[in-house]
């Protein structure tokens, strides 16, 4: 199949680093003699046929920033039949042959169905909470869990400066990597993650009064978004231990800034692979980190992989944050 016109959508929950795949998706295309098209607001802008032309300029001075240029949005419509079929429609009446969809698995399962109905796309992993099983890294990650570091960092300061307990929720709803990463990274006396079940007598309250006995008066606790009831957990340090307790949400601070040089650069990386892909009209794929380097999968294979938890970073975070 002859590729003309590529067309390139974020979906989802936004991610630092989306704007530098936007950026490379669209001057890796224009490098091939390629047309490009921007679709607004995931897949919706394709039901609402809200289309861009885009060129070397419109990516522009994009790199740094967060978010994305294209929106973003979560489309129910483009689940039923009706709206699979109006997105066809835009993609026929723009000329568009192919798309870098640029998000999660609910992204990658957008990407099948177009791909299923003649439109090939490819994959662009996409999404702070690092839970994409078919790659070891997904752009946004190291920014996300670097403001996570950051913000805990600072709530630490006020809990030392009061002897207190904070209780720390970060973003993660069906996994624990941005829990675990900040909470090894900030010395945290707990982490709490839906990948493994513990006992909070024991590994929360226990390891607290034995760090108290140590001479240690602060303490921080990270609890995944997925896990919840920080507020409950809060209080009950507090009904135990005697330790003053506070409760904090950091929400969606976490998805915000200046991309890392790492998403920059794994975002720059990935764009320009789905480019090279589609030009050749290869299709039905994911781009992918594996070991350090770029590879791509059959959609179908990458829906279906599963994502170990390291369980070893856990076993560290437990035998040196104490």
Known sequence: MKINTI????????????????????????????????????????????????????????????????????????????????????????????????GGDGTFRGARDLSLHGIPCVGVPGTIDNDIASTEYSIGFDTAVNTCMEMVDRLRDTAQSHDRCTVVEVMGRGAGYLALHSGVACGATAVVVPEIKIDVEEDIIGKIMRAKKTGKKHFIVVVAEGVGGVDMLAGRIQTETGIDTRATVLGHVQRGGSPSVRDRVTASKMGYEAVQLLAQGIGNRVVAEKDGKIVDYDIYEALNMEKAFDEKLYRIANAINN
């Open 7 to 102: 067309g390139v959508l974020t979906s989802g929950g936004d991610a630092p680093g989306m704007n530098a795949a936007v950026r490379a998706v669209v001057r890796s295309a224009l490098d091939r003699g390629l047309k490009v098209k921007g679709i607004l607001r995931g897949y919706n802008g394709l039901i609402d046929d809200e289309i861009t032309d885009l060129n070397i300029r419109s990516v522009s001075d994009i790199i740094h920033r967060g978010g994305t240029v294209l929106y973003t949005a979560r489309s129910p419509r483009f689940r039923e039949e009706e709206g699979m079929q109006t997105a066809m429609q835009t993609c026929q009446r723009q000329g568009i042959d192919g798309i870098v969809c640029i």
